[in-house]
């Protein structure tokens, strides 16, 4: 068993980054080419807590090493099942994903914690705390079951250099695009004010 | 947004995704939602989402996968806030 834990902080509200947490995989995020679909499974919203429940299935490109393809089966793509929990009041996203390939040998399950940093040093920033539990289950071997569990370590430390660099990208894109669609509004009042006027 | 893993579901799940992100921006993180205003949208892609999941087997793992989460679930859909 191995663990894996990162802390990152955004310079983007809570509000921006839980928003753009949904389209973090999209066109804007150019360090994410190996997320080929992101399907919503099912989305609940409870009455009483107001706590948004989201089932996600993200489809990834196979880009294991061929050693560990060998060892584990040859699949084109891998599938990962996450479960978001949004909880509005307290302003906390909460993601748990497991793998759904190779289910069977190595069991990997990351929690993901967005929330807003603390204090008044903290305004408009969102801390990033991620933290992932690896297992390798088949049998043999505990020099091999290691060495699996280090290689999935090292994919975690490289994707989360990547991961922030990306979602960095689509938060500023994002700000942009918000700010253009404000001040096209904005000029549209103007001018439809002035033809009122005239 | 991102594709479908069923290209066929394509615009379905756009449509949906869109309303989506326009009801939690503007609604749902003002507090001002007592519904999911496009869950028709949601249902429409997800009746063709499901069917390319049945397909291809995947269904299957999902259901496993979901028995696994029950304790984050018992755990996350608590207030945080108390």
Redesign the interface.
Known sequence: MKFFSSRQEFEYSW?EV??NN??K??DWNNQSSH?????????????S?????T?R?I?CKQNAPQWLRTFMGAQDTS?V?E?S??????K?V?M?S?N?TW?ELLSVQE?VVYTPAAGEAGRGRTVFEQRAKIIALCGGWQKIKNTIEEFTVERFRQNAVKGREGFERVLAISREVFAEQREQRRLEQVHGGAAVAA | ??????PE?NVL?ER??SC??KW??EK??R?N????ECAPL?NA??AC?SKA?KERG?DQ??D???M??KD??AQ??????G
């Open positions: 509000e839980s928003t949904w389209r995989y999209c997320v080929i679909a992101v399907d919503t499974l099912t989305r609940t919203l409870d009455p807590t107001h706590i948004l429940r089932e299935l489809t599938l099942y479960v929990y949004v909880d509005p009041h307290a906390k909460t748990c497991q759904l289910s929690t | 947004m991102s594709a479908s893993l069923a579901c799940k949906y995704d989506f992100l939690y921006s749902y993180l507090g939602a007592t519904q999911d949601f892609y997800k989402l999941l995947i793992m999902v496993e996968a979901r696994d989460n984050n679930d996350y859909m608590k207030p945080a806030g």
